[in-house]
């Protein structure tokens, strides 16, 4: 990375945001001296090299959910050294932490991820499909950009109060592993949301907006683990029962079970284990399932599977042996007054002005996949307000979910990828390296920080996100779908991570 970047970033960025002194231009927004000071902090080019660099420090790591080790510790670390006191491996995940800085209320917490997807690896700005290392993890979802967001904001919000004597607290929650949608139940079942007010979240997208309402699915994700009997497949298969025919089985099942489910369901596996060989009968196999629908329609769909499970066992006379449930979440709850609110802040912020390579870049990504080439964005989106009485509202899932239910919340998303690249997918992975990244975390930063500033010293903004949360929980009470005793996947990924790290930190070191 060319040591020049940060400053371009810097002017295309503080043109959007300040207009400058020249005769006829139009005057500065009449901003709060605190928000005023945040802003000005963010868009020193200093701070925007910093949070570039370890955004794409972290994208090459591209550590997958709960093995974020590396990436963990960069945030956190960077966290400590601004002033913040930092809490590690929390919720019995070692990669999950809770950074605050301030005392008393209010509490407003800021949400940040950081792991990457599997198969993905893709050089950075490059536009056809080039891995960095081939079959290795990579960052399709530009989570990357997105805890290293959360921090440059809450830093640039604690100079502000430094600078201006302001109150209240501002945590950042390091949340591993959203890829699996595994962390927040276990964040939310630990207590670590307790006492929070209302809550900033962020996400990596092309454009830059918010919105509010129910969204995405609620979701079980649970592995089928079934024991047989193991025989030689030829000689004596009478004597052998097949674990991997219960799976196959089960899959044939739930595959019929889909003609019998409304609309908002989604249902997708993968087969984890199934034999290691077709001569020797499989005594366990395995199968990973994600199973989608609408938070009243997802236990009712769950029972069905797990019934499909059972017919499997039963059929091929073998042991349904373990049913683990990796993670349970709801739909996302947004809260209508925090959008409003975060949609100002937004606007006020603007879309940052992209360079002649990065629009070259975006169109020639663009045409690489057959999507329009419209370049990179110029506008902020208008608010995004849920359609009523839709059946269908999204068939992906976030752990965010789950914090919604418990504290007034709503999403940021910000720019960086060019539209038409595709999510958990290396166009994706190409976008969220080097300058455009740079620019949409550090407007990203900049639109939590502003947000954060307002929650934090007009209370009258802040009791609206209160009072219609507070309306809005008396139907909605917080449930958690999370068995008592499920316990965090930590281990999930660590075969698959110990097969890439060493191959990725050095072609990070060769970078
Ligand atoms: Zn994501």
């Given at each position: 990375m060319k040591k020049n970047i940060a400053a371009a970033v810097a002017v295309a960025l503080v043109l959007t945001l300040v207009p400058g002194p020249a005769a006829g231009a139009p005057a500065k927004p009449k901003i709060a001296k605190e928000k005023r000071f945040a802003l000005d902090w963010l868009s020193r080019p200093e701070t925007i090299e910093k949070f570039g660099r370890i955004s794409d420090r972290i994208w090459g790591y591209a550590e997958l959910g709960l093995q974020e080790f590396n990436s963990s510790k960069l945030l956190a670390d960077t966290l400590e050294a601004a002033g913040f006191t930092v809490e590690r491996g929390l919720a019995g995940m070692p990669t999950c932490f809770v950074a605050s800085y301030g005392s008393g209320k209010p509490v407003i917490g800021l949400l940040g991820e950081f792991d990457a997807l599997p198969m993905l690896s893709q050089k950075g700005r490059v536009s056809k499909k080039d891995p960095v290392v081939e079959g290795a993890p990579g960052h399709g979802c530009g989570h990357n950009a997105m805890c290293t967001a959360a921090a440059a904001a809450a830093i640039a919000v604690k100079e502000a109060m430094d600078a201006h004597g302001f109150k209240g607290t501002i945590k950042v929650f390091g949340s591993p592993a959203e890829e699996i949608v595994a962390s927040r139940p276990y964040m939310v079942r630990a207590g670590l949301?307790?006492?929070?007010d209302a809550v900033i979240d962020n996400h990596s997208s092309s454009g830059f907006g918010t919105g509010y309402g129910v969204g995405g699915n609620a979701l079980f994700s649970t592995i089928f683990t079934f024991k047989g009997k193991t025989a030689h497949s030829a000689g004596a298969p009478w004597v052998g029962r097949s674990a991997l025919d219960a799976v196959e089985i089960m899959n044939v099942a739930t595959n019929y079970l889909r003609e019998h489910l409304p609309l908002s369901q989604r249902l997708h596996y993968v087969v984890l284990e199934g034999g290691e060989a077709p001569n020797v009968v499989p005594d366990r196999a395995s199968v990973w399932y994600y199973v989608r629908n609408t938070d009243e329609r997802l236990e009712e769909m769950y029972e069905r599977v797990v019934n499909c499970a059972k017919a499997g066992a039963l059929a091929a006379g073998v042991e349904l042996a373990d049913v683990r449930v990796i993670s349970a979440i709801h739909q996302s709850h947004s809260n209508k007054a925090a959008a409003e609110l975060f949609q100002k802040n937004i606007e006020l912020v603007g879309m940052p002005a992209w360079s002649d390579e990065e629009q070259a870049f975006a169109k020639a990504l663009q045409k690489e996949l057959g999507a329009k080439e419209t370049g990179m964005p110029a506008e902020v989106n208008a608010l995004e307000a849920p359609r009523s009485g839709r059946e269908f509202v999204g068939g992906g899932s976030s752990d965010v979910g789950e914090v919604t239910l418990i504290a007034p919340t709503a999403t940021i998303t910000f720019p960086g990828a060019a539209p038409g690249a595709i999510g958990h997918h290396w166009s994706n992975v190409a976008c969220w390296y080097g300058s455009a990244a740079w620019k949409g975390l550090n407007a990203g930063a900049k639109a939590i920080a502003a947000s954060a500033v307002d929650l934090l010293t007009r209370p009258e903004e802040l009791a609206k996100l209160r009072k219609e949360f507070e309306e809005y929980s008396k139907a909605h009470p917080y449930k958690p779908f999370?068995?008592?005793?499920a316990v965090p996947p930590n281990d999930l990924n660590k075969e698959l991570m110990d097969k890439y790290r060493g191959l990725l930190e050095k072609a990070l070191a060769e970078k």
């Open positions: 949301f307790e006492g929070v999370l068995p008592a005793d």
